[in-house]
Structures are given as structure tokens and as C-alpha cells.
């Protein structure tokens, strides 16, 4: 689902940045900073989010190391929700659980802090953008081990053709715009 | 700018408590100052926020500069607050495009900070924010950064200091406000 229709979409849109190249040659890299250079496009963004998830019980905003970190926090400060980083390994002190997930070569890991997050809670996953959906699906596998429902994947940017949506159990996935 | 320590404030006591210490790590012998326990108490978060935009939302501040990565997370909600751009301050290789990039030392080696030209313009006021201050060594470089584009760097905003380690004292001229001081 995304919000194609609301008038606030088109400049923040118009404020992302498309980087050729980037990370390496053939990947047209969908560039936020340039959107958290405008404070009215940032501001709109969060509020895009806010109006969607105020008032629906979210109990928990767990954002994606590190862009997932930028949008986040504003959303459960908003909501009154508790904001839960998950992070690559070895940033996380203390007690941890682990999911790894598959990348194009080889794999990697994301940490969740054990008790962050409790059973029964309403939860959202944040990430500026989806791509083939491996993160944010090891990120709802942290969420539900804890025993906690992802109500709802939120992000940015969508990668339509790159399918991450179906790579979500079944799980809705909220986006403002889509990049081809 | 007056009191550099919002000690008195009575929001101070529970988001003070809020903040976990792990020992260990990521070392042995190093007291961890943990904020995620902080972010899970929602009225610790906001009251945190708060007390920074309470200070910075008259100052015509235009930029929020915030360290990779706990800096993310409360650079932008006080940027939102007070109208600033969100200037994110990255480990080398992950901002595409053009950057510039301030060398720092670490106790054994060095490390980069790294800011996308273009995000400042000369003459804009800048905070710079990260959750804890230690050294001072990564503040310092971001500072540098900049004002090497000529932006007034008109304070550092951190949660917690870690004071025995006079993270200030490499700061030497730059105000730094905190809410916690650890010792």
C-alpha cells in the first residue's frame, strides 16, 4: 500500500537523491540525506507516518541500523511508543538474540536486545528503503521470536522490482513512494 | 550560553536512571553507558528531547549534525523540533556521492568522519550531537568538519558525559551541554 495520493508526497520525493553507482557499479542508490536537508519534506514524511499509526496501539517502533535510525525514533516519540534499535553484530551491549539472513553473496546478521521487546506488543519495523526485503524480514523474525506482532512494515522508498514485499510472510508493508 | 549541565532540571533524576551500564564491554575494564534502555521508557525519550529543544529552539540554529549511529537517534527528533536540517556524520563509504572527511586519532590508529559537501552552507549555525561524549576525539573531527565549510559550530548537546575522561577540555573553546555526567 503506499500513500501515492497525498499532496506532501511529490517534494518529498523530489527531494531524494538518485546516486549512480553507488555502492558499486550498476546500483542507482535512492539517497534520503538530501530529504533531511529540507526540514518542511523531513517533517512531512514523519507526519505521513504519524497520522497512519497514531491511536493504533503500536507499543514498540524498532528501527534498522542505521537509516531505519533516523526515521524511527521521531515516529515513537509521536506515538508514545518505546523505539528498539536492531543492529549489525557487536554493537549491542549485553544480552542479545541474533537473526541471520541471506544477502546476493554470502550472509549477515542483525541483534535485538532481549527484553526490549515483550510478548503481546504491537510493533512496527522502519527502514528508509526495501529493497529485496532480507532485512526487514530478519527484523520481523527478531520482533515475533520475542513473541511481540508486527503490525506493519514502514519505510520511505519501495524497490518494486525487486519483490521484497513478498519476501514479508504475509505481512503489510507501508510506503510513501516506489523507485524504479 | 548559561549552566552548561541541566542538573536541575527534575525530568534529569528518571532519565538518568533509565540508562543501563554494562561492564565489560566492549572491552574488559570499560563501564558501558547503555541509552537503549532510555529509549525504551517512552517519557524518558521525550523528556530527553525535550530538554534539548526547550534550549536550542530559539537560537536560529539551521543544522542538526549527528554522529553515526546513536546520534541518529536524537539528532532528528530535536531537529524537527527547531526547523534544522538533519546533517548525518558517517564512518567512511556509507554516504554516496561527494563527501569531505576529517581524520581523527584513536588510541591505537586513526578513524575518518565523513559529511556530504553541499549539506551546510557557509555561515549557518550548527549543533553537533551524539549520545555520549568520552574522549572528545570524534566530537573534535566533527567540529572541524564543519568549520572547515564555515559553519559557527554554536554548541555540542550530548545525553551523558563521561567526565574523567575531559572529553570537554579537547573541546576546548566549543559550549558543550549535557544531562548526565558520569563519573
Do not use: W
Request: aromatic residues 6%.
Amino acid at each position: 500500500m503506499s500513500s501515492a495520493s497525498d499532496p506532501r508526497i511529490p517534494a518529498i520525493q523530489s527531494r531524494i537523491r538518485v546516486v549512480p553507482d553507488f555502492p558499486k557499479p550498476g546500483i542507482m542508490f535512492q539517497d534520503i540525506t538530501t530529504l533531511l536537508l529540507d526540514p518542511k519534506a523531513f517533517k512531512d514524511t514523519i507526519d505521513l507516518f504519524i497520522e497512519r499509526y497514531q491511536g493504533k496501539n503500536i507499543s514498540v517502533v524498532a528501527g534498522i541500523e542505521a537509516r531505519g535510525f533516523v526515521f524511527g525514533p521521531p515516529i515513537a516519540l509521536a506515538i508514545g511508543a518505546k523505539f528498539v534499535p536492531l543492529r549489525k553484530p557487536g554493537k549491542l551491549p549485553g544480552e542479545i538474540i541474533s537473526e541471520d539472513y541471506t544477502l546476493e553473496y554470502g550472509k549477515d546478521c542483525l541483534q535485538m536486545h532481549v527484553g526490549a521487546v515483550k510478548p503481546m506488543e504491537r510493533a512496527l519495523v522502519v527502514d528508509d528503503l526495501i529493497a529485496t526485503g532480507g532485512t526487514l524480514c530478519a527484523a520481523m523474525n527478531l520482533i515475533e521470536r520475542a513473541g511481540a506482532e508486527v503490525v506493519e512494515c514502514v519505510c520511505v522508498i519501495e524497490l518494486p522490482d525487486l519483490k521484497g514485499r513478498e519476501r514479508l510472510k504475509g505481512k503489510p508493508l507501508f510506503v510513501l513512494l516506489e523507485a524504479h | 550560553m548559561e549552566e552548561s549541565k541541566g542538573k536541575e532540571d527534575p525530568r534529569i533524576a528518571r532519565i538518568s536512571s533509565s540508562i543501563r551500564i554494562i561492564p565489560d564491554f566492549p572491552k574488559p575494564g570499560i563501564m558501558f553507558q547503555d541509552i537503549t534502555t532510555l529509549l525504551l521508557d517512552p517519557k524518558a525519550f521525550k523528556d530527553t528531547i525535550d530538554l534539548f529543544v526547550e534550549r536550542y529552539k530559539d537560537k536560529k540554529i539551521s543544522v542538526v549534525a549527528g554522529i553515526e549511529a546513536r546520534g541518529f537517534i536524537f539528532g532528528p527528533p530535536i531537529a524537527l523540533a527547531i526547523g534544522a536540517k538533519f546533517v548525518p556524520m558517517r564512518k567512511p563509504r556509507k554516504l554516496p556521492g561527494k563527501v569531505i572527511s576529517e581524520e581523527y586519532s584513536l588510541e591505537y590508529g586513526t578513524d575518518k568522519i565523513e559529511m556530504h559537501v553541499g549539506a551546510v552552507q557557509e555561515g549557518e549555525r550548527a549543533l553537533v550531537v551524539d549520545d555520549l561524549i568520552a574522549t572528545g576525539g570524534t566530537l573534535c573531527a566533527a567540529i572541524r568538519l564543519l568549520e572547515r565549510v564555515g559553519v559557527t559550530v554554536v554548541e555540542c548537546a550530548c545525553v551523558i558525559e563521561l567526565e574523567e575522561l575531559k572529553g570537554r577540555e579537547k573541546l576546548s573553546d566549543k559550549p558543550l551541554f549535557v544531562l548526565v555526567s558520569s563519573t
